[in-house]
């Protein structure tokens, strides 16, 4: 198995609501990523995990939390989001040791309402 | 269809020529660079990677050159086919993983 898989693939979620989107790799990889990606931008990191444990939190509001159950799982939650978070939020994984580049996921649509 | 040294979001070839998409990156730190194809819908992909101790990596139809001098990067794609459209980006990679994506590249391939 060599992909990310990201659910769901596409959110539409009201202001209020508590929601989560996950994350799964069985590629053995050790470092796990999010991202956020606006229209027609690049994407930008917002936390890693490695050897699941947080290690870069990207300065990213608290109504994102992430969460690493298990070294093949990333999750992240969300709470009282803002219309300006819809977004599509990447998954991306990888080695420890540089050198293998990252594997993204397809990612989540999120509109916020 | 070639532009050398200079970003641009947008770059059109005709198919069969070659392309080369340019990068600026910031941090004189980094010790990685990977380049990525993003199409509509999709994740970003991964096409090819280099260290900061290489100038040149060659991949199947794809060249990485690493200029730490002026800090650039170029991908050359040889041949280029319609299936290369699509938005190409750089990623430049600190220890422990924080990665920074340049603008990218929007390259359409014309047949």
């Known amino acids: 198995d060599t992909e990310v898989t990201q659910t769901p693939k596409h959110l539409v979620m009201g202001m209020t609501n508590k929601k989560s989107l996950k994350c799964e790799q069985h590629?053995?990889?050790?470092?796990m990523y999010w991202y956020k990606q606006k229209a027609k931008k690049p994407p930008e990191l917002m936390f890693v995990?490695?050897?699941?444990?947080?290690?870069i939190n990207e300065s990213v509001p608290s109504r994102f939390s992430p969460e690493c159950p298990n070294s093949s799982l990333l999750n992240l939650h969300l709470h009282a989001l803002q219309p300006e978070d819809s977004a599509l939020y990447l998954c991306?994984?990888?080695?420890?040791?540089?050198?293998?580049?990252?594997?993204f996921g397809s990612g989540t649509r999120l509109t916020v309402v | 269809g070639e532009s050398v040294g200079l970003h641009l979001p947008t770059l059109s070839v005709q198919e069969g020529d070659n392309s080369i998409i340019n990068c600026a990156y910031s941090?004189?730190?980094?010790?990685?660079f990977i380049w990525y194809k993003q199409e509509s819908g999709k994740g970003p992909q991964f096409i090819i990677d280099?260290?900061?101790?290489?100038d040149k990596r060659q991949g199947q139809r794809v060249t990485v050159l690493l200029n730490k001098t002026v800090k650039h990067l170029s991908l050359q794609i040889a041949a280029t086919q319609p299936g290369d459209s699509a938005v190409y980006f750089c990623?430049?990679?600190?220890?422990?993983?924080?990665?920074?994506f340049g603008d990218g590249t929007t390259l359409t391939v014309k047949p």
């Open positions: 991306a994984s990888s080695q420890i040791r540089q050198g293998d580049g990252y594997t």
């Open positions: 590629m053995g990889h050790r470092a």
């Open positions: 995990y490695s050897y699941e444990k947080l290690s």
């Open positions: 941090n004189s730190a980094s010790d990685y």
């Open positions: 280099i260290r900061s101790n290489m």
């Open positions: 990623a430049e990679i600190l220890n422990a993983g924080k990665s920074t």
